[in-house]
């Protein structure tokens, strides 16, 4: 099979199997060890084609029914709707939940069984205008329709001419959130791919500085596992939002499990009366 990287036909396009493996097999070590946790930074990984097409139908926020973010913790705007996507957008987010793309992800990663989502659950186009940010955070852990555990986020940049003082570096925190141990600047076709956990603190926090009229514009597509190592569970949360050294933020709550709010309202007594019945919890009652 040829190595070539990328073929175009009208409406989609396709990487080469072989480029993307070698291409794992190459980054594989430096991922897991990467700092402050497993990522890696992928430059010209897509046909500049086929983005600069994608960015030419990237409507004006105006334009489209964009969900609009707005508070002291996120300021951005998210589209996930493929009806409102064009035909090369679609293919192309097809093409990145395709077997060969989840293949190359698993070898990269060393996370087996991935799962893509195809409700674009949190993902798909991200739009960021100028003063726009998102404060350092890890992200929700559980996909409530599918009922899976995330593990893996891919970022794909589509910002030509972005200069460093524009800002919307996207910036990498210790597990201890006293550093920022990497930043990253949004330019055009850089891809980040990195593992989710609850201390994967990422974002980019600061107002964004570009001309008015400019906006920070990616594209997330996020993948999932049934399960995950028994040291990353933890209870159901949504996005949880991180203060740096000095900064307050309002953090997001995680999701109390059934057996947390039995306690509170069943006294020890009832539990015990229950077991002795049944020979299960009260949470495991039918219902």
């Known amino acids: 099979m040829s190595k070539t990287s990328t073929a175009i036909v009208p409406g989609a396009y396709s990487v080469s199997p072989d480029?993307?493996?070698d291409l794992a097999a190459k980054l594989k070590d430096g991922y897991t060890?990467?700092?402050?946790?497993?990522?890696?930074?992928?430059?010209?990984?897509?046909?500049?084609?086929l983005l600069d097409q994608i960015l030419a139908e990237f409507q004006k926020p105006g334009e489209l029914d964009w969900q609009r973010f707005d508070n002291k913790n996120e300021k951005k705007l998210a589209l996930k709707s493929e009806m409102q996507l064009s035909n090369t957008a679609r293919h192309f987010l097809w093409e990145l939940n395709s077997q060969v793309f989840i293949f190359f992800l698993q070898a990269l990663t060393g996370i087996k069984g991935l799962v893509p989502d195809p409700h674009l659950m949190g993902g798909g186009l991200h739009h960021i205008e100028r003063g726009g940010l998102l404060k350092i955070h890890a992200d929700f852990n559980h996909h409530?329709?599918?009922?899976?555990?995330r593990r893996i986020n891919l970022l794909i940049y589509l910002n030509r001419d972005w200069k460093e003082e524009y800002g919307g570096h996207l910036e990498l925190w210790s597990r201890d959130m006293k550093t920022c141990v990497k930043k990253i600047l949004p330019v055009f076709n850089r891809a980040v791919v990195f593992s989710t956990t609850d201390w994967a603190y990422h974002g980019h926090p600061e107002p964004l500085t570009c001309p008015e009229g400019w906006s920070r514009k990616s594209l997330a597509m996020y993948y999932y596992t049934n399960g995950r190592p028994a040291e990353?569970?933890?209870?159901?949360?949504s996005t949880l939002f991180q203060g740096r050294p000095g900064e307050t933020v309002e953090k997001g709550r995680k999701k109390r499990s059934i057996k947390e709010v039995v306690k509170?309202?069943?006294?020890?007594i009832a539990v015990k009366a229950w077991r002795g019945v049944t020979g299960k919890k009260p949470e495991e009652r039918p219902h």
């Open 19 to 21: 480029h993307l493996f």
């Open 33 to 49: 060890s990467a700092d402050p946790f497993p990522h890696c930074v992928l430059e010209n990984l897509f046909p500049e084609e």
């Open 144 to 149: 409530e329709r599918l009922n899976l555990q």
């Open 232 to 237: 990353e569970m933890s209870a159901q949360h």
């Open 264 to 268: 509170d309202f069943v006294p020890p």
